[in-house]
């Protein structure tokens, strides 16, 4: 184990480079360019092995991924906003097909207006193509977790994607305990592969049309897969912990064992939170945190049991779901409250788009807004906040 | 009976070469071609304009339809010189 400072961009490329894939097909994007920047000159330094292909998108940076996924080789690619809205098509694809590549992705505003700052539509547009999605607090648990989902993918037989907030994390510098390449090895263990299109001796037949008669079951199969990741998730989380003495989970708590009000984020924004709730229970108030880490697949049952005893939730998305009942993550923390006899008011606030800082004293504001929800003060079940009203 | 999707293979791809030899396509056809025997001289008309070799043909000779494999266009029927083949409503 060594400490070093590093940008969320630098500790993810060095994270693929202690993997080292056996192949990165990638096209560069702010703010994640650093990331397959700094791993083509790994590639170049020999420090790799890597095939490294440089394609002219993000479509074809997939689709690669995909064929060389299928072909059995430990694949990995990076991008950001426009660059995984480009990939969509494909990213359904290499779910289906079941192949275990790895983003690195970096949490940008998707366009229009152009903007290159920190928001979640991204990966929040992307949140039901069956891919595993983990959304890191800070720079260190992206490079934790970018280890981490390169087993678990394996062990899922499903793609993952680490995301990492861009700017406030892919550029900002912190403190990193890097592990040693041969701890790292150790850790993912063998590139396992769900099945070989180069194996001549056992020929399959890839993508095949898929009609009324099998497609249903095809479907069912792969939400399967994603309903038992919970269990790979946790299990490699809790063997990273033993290992190397940082432990995750689905979900993080934060000081909710006797919260009457909670916030539930995730990405970065929870460091600025958890210092409010901090604030905050000095002053003598029962808030409470839940950062979800693991948005896909959804832990309803983490959820649930952080915050069935808690008065009034307030759900902070930093994606609007434009026309939707709320933004992504209220919907789904509201819904799978809902069969719940005692459980919480939980109210919507969409706040941070295109970075759009998000202050100490913005979070206090919800907090301040539930917590009058509770006392009988109406407000709106849906709130924008830290926009010019 | 069909596999349920817990018997099938991951990534729903196929294990077994050339399995689309078993892949029926004429099941969506509303018409079917009946060839009359008496009036059929053999042309080859149907056998060349057939755009799915559905056309069975055996020693020169056609012998009737693959219907496994006819969508029912009714192009035979229209090209056929002596009016051998009709076309029959298919019936649920």
Redesign the interface.
Known sequence: MKVVAKTANEAMAEAMRQINPDVVAAYPITPATEIVQIFSSFVHDGLVDTEFIAVESEHSAMSACIGAAAAGARVMTSTSSQGLALMDEVLYIAA????PIVICEINRALSAPINIHCDHSDTMNVRDSGWIQIYAEDSQEAYDSVIQAMKIAEEA?LPAMVTADGFILSHAMQRIDMLEDEEVQAFIGEHKS??NLLDIY???????L?LQ??F???K??EA?AMMKAPEVIKKVADEFGQKFGRKYGLVEEYRLDDAEYAIVVIGSTAGTAKDTVDMMRDKGHKVGLLRIRVFRPFPAEEIVKALKNVRVVGVMDRADGVNAYGGPVFMEVRAALYEEEKKPDVYSFVYGLGGRDVKPVDIERVFQMIMDADKGKKIDRLNYIGVRE | M?????E????????E?G??KRFETGDWRTERPVLDPEKCIHCMFCWIYCPDSSIKVENGKMEGFLYEYCKGCGICADVCPTKAITMVREEV
């Open positions: 289906a097909l079941r192949l037989f769900p099945y056992n020929p399959i037949t890839i993508g095949p898929d008669d099998y249903f079951e095809h069912r199969q399967d | 069909k596999e349920t999707w817990k099938l293979p991951i990534g729903a791809i196929i294990k070469p399995s689309s």
